[in-house]
């Protein structure tokens, strides 16, 4: 009962206006949700790029509807894993399978990008229409299910990823909408973003290992300095900056 009590809690915090005074009236809160948007804003326009590969077989009308109801159950899912996760996150466990699991992703990235030849294939074709999904529930039904699924998978990298920038729940609860928000509504502009400068896809990568390494350190009684945090995101980013300037300078003396 008492797990239950701090889910409803947690949820409770949504309309407790008075936090929300303090966190928009401190500097450091705008900084982490600076550090949550940028985090989100380039993983969501990746995870957008799959979203419209496995919809592009249906008719245009279709396509919308699909997207829809993936994003809805995107809020559900996120709404319930954010009220849970404040409540798993304070056991040493959970913090070293999120950490364990964030830098899978990270590591799993750079290995992806060996394969992008393979990568590029399967975007090219789409989702396969001939899979299980399709066949249980048909073609419209069926992508929305797999969106559903992509969506949730989605959802579990953005709020552990939250979970590592900070475990305040005010984060918790800006992150996981600001994630949704994201690949839906902004994802096209850091899409091209991505395209201009593409250094930033890996330093975001980059930031999701060091913040995993920030959640493990956290189970020994750890913690990074907010201040200390933000100038590594600066640094990351700044060195991203360099790595694109020196890029294209090859670029360019190839060509001429």
């Given at each position: 009962m008492s797990v239950l009590q701090g889910i409803l809690d947690t949820y409770a915090q949504f309309f407790n206006w008075e936090m929300w005074g303090e966190v928009l009236t401190d500097p450091v809160s705008w900084g982490l949700i600076g550090t949550l948007v940028i985090l989100e804003g380039l993983l969501s326009a990746d995870n957008a790029l799959v979203l419209?590969?496995?919809?592009?077989?249906?008719?245009?009308?279709?396509?919308?509807?699909?997207?829809?109801?993936?994003?809805?159950g995107a809020y559900i899912f996120r709404f319930i894993a954010i009220g849970v996760g404040v409540f798993l996150i304070k056991l040493w466990w959970v913090k070293i399978l999120g950490a364990a699991y964030l830098a899978w992703l990270s590591i799993k990235y750079f290995m992806d990008k060996r394969k992008s030849a393979q990568n590029e294939e399967e975007e090219e074709h789409g989702m396969n229409q001939t899979g299980l999904l399709i066949r249980l529930f048909g073609t419209f039904w069926g992508t929305v299910v797999a969106v559903e699924i992509m969506d949730i998978a989605f959802s579990v990298d953005s709020v552990l990823a939250a979970f590592g920038v900070s475990e305040q729940v005010w984060v918790l609860l800006v992150g996981g909408m600001l994630g949704v928000l994201m690949m839906r509504g902004v994802a096209g502009v850091f899409l091209k973003l991505i395209d201009r400068i593409p250094e930033l896809e890996t330093s975001a990568y980059i930031l999701i290992l060091l913040i995993a390494a920030k959640m493990f350190v956290a189970v020994f009684d750890i913690h990074v300095p907010h201040a200390a945090f933000f100038i590594i995101i600066l640094l990351t980013f700044g060195a991203t900056f360099v790595v694109h300037y020196r890029n294209k300078k090859k670029e360019v003396s190839k060509e001429s």
């Open positions: 419209a590969v496995m919809v592009k077989h249906l008719p245009p009308e279709q396509r919308k509807k699909a997207l829809f109801y993936g994003l809805l």
